[in-house]
């Protein structure tokens, strides 16, 4: 099982907003009970989803600055970026198949 990629303050902008694919960004941290239990989900997706969209985990503790850009005021956020803009925010967990019905439909 593949993992989701790992992104910071600093390569924000070029591994996520100038990517050729989609990529859904996973804002967590380690102390969240329900971001322990979506990281399973999205490593398994990860792999499902392979060529069509990069899945990207960034800790708000550790990257406050991009959690702030985008508002991002509870976690688990996932925030899917079209041609490095926002077009989906999901707050909360999310089981497997709920999950991937609202990515379908932002992927199109």
């Given at each position: 099982?593949?993992?989701?990629?790992?992104?910071?303050?600093?390569?924000?902008?070029?591994?996520?907003?100038?990517?050729?694919?989609?990529?859904?960004?996973?804002?967590?941290?380690?102390?969240?009970?329900?971001?322990?239990?979506?990281?399973?989900?999205?490593?398994?997706?990860v792999d499902e989803y392979k060529g069509k969209l990069t899945i990207a985990k960034m800790d708000v503790d550790q990257n406050q600055a991009t959690a702030a850009r985008f508002h991002v005021m509870s976690i688990p956020t996932m925030i899917l970026f079209k041609n490095g803009k926002p077009v989906s925010n999901i707050v909360g967990f999310r089981p497997k198949d709920q999950l991937k019905k609202e990515m379908n439909a932002a992927l199109g």
């Open positions: 099982m593949s993992k989701p990629n790992v992104v910071n303050d600093s390569d924000f902008d070029q591994v996520v907003l100038k990517s050729s694919t989609p990529v859904l960004v996973d804002f967590w941290a380690t102390w969240c009970k329900p971001c322990q239990m979506i990281a399973p989900i999205l490593e398994a997706l």
